[in-house]
């Protein structure tokens, strides 16, 4: 059994737990702490250390994966999704490993929950490329083909009819306009429809909390890809972090 510790950094949330990256199970209590609400990166680093202390004494062999709601690269933080704009332009990933006393895998919120269910969940097994869109107060996105991650592809952010795609077709853009389903279905059309034309994916993956809502908006949807609902839902940060830090 090959283990290691995923944590996932989100917006109102932070969870962790070990994980056996051989079957995507979880080995160890989910632990989660709130976000702290200034978002800044002294408290949420130490409320990721406090998180690893919960969990227990791990060992120093342990890989360990941090997935974050931002552009990541090279263990620099880019941007700053529902959290402190402070973390632009921020040597993040140097900084949890200096208190965690340990090196770390840094990756991208979306990007993980990409690898889980390629791994693990609603697209094992699938050849060619698979794109996740995760619909909640944004548009996250992932690309993986063949297994293999295309990292930071921010697709919530096309333009779409002069709009930012997320601020039209997020699951808040519903909620803040009061759409139906039905009206929503309308935007969502346009943007897999755009998505379809750029890409050519193999399958289509929606996950975000909505996704437990999958048989109110997927069926109205006429694509030539098939989509389907992601299925490791609020683990799916966790799976893929521990399984991009065992790889890496």
Request: glycine share 12%.
């Amino acid at each position: 059994m090959t283990q290691a510790l995923g944590i996932d950094i989100g917006g109102t949330g932070i969870k962790g737990a070990i994980v056996d990256t051989d079957t995507g199970k979880l080995v160890s209590a989910r632990v989660k702490i709130a976000t702290p609400k200034s978002g800044k990166p002294d408290a949420i680093v130490k409320v990721v250390v406090e998180l690893v202390e919960k969990l227990g004494g791990l060992p120093e062999s342990m890989p360990v994966g941090v997935c974050f709601p931002a552009v990541v690269r090279n263990g620099k933080t880019m941007s700053a999704a529902n959290i402190s704009k402070e973390w632009i332009g921020l040597e993040a990933e140097a900084l949890f490993e200096t208190a965690l006393g340990r090196d770390i895998h840094f990756v991208n919120d979306a990007d993980a929950a990409g690898i889980a269910e390629v791994r693990y969940g609603a697209a094992k097994d699938v050849p060619g490329l698979v794109l996740l869109t995760t619909l909640g107060t944004g548009i996250g996105s992932a690309l993986i083909y063949n297994g293999t991650l295309v990292p930071n592809s921010e697709l919530g952010h096309l333009t779409i009819g002069r709009q930012d795609a997320e601020k039209g077709a997020s699951f808040s853009a519903k909620e803040r306009r009061h759409l139906s389903w039905r009206a929503w279905a309308k935007r969502l059309q346009r943007y897999y429809t755009h998505l379809e034309v750029l890409f050519s994916p193999d399958l289509f993956l929606v996950g975000g909390g909505v996704s437990k809502s999958h048989e109110k908006f997927l069926p109205l949807l006429k694509l030539t890809t098939p989509i389907v609902p992601a299925q490791l839902r609020n683990n799916a940060g966790i799976l893929g972090a521990a399984a991009l830090a065992v790889r890496q």
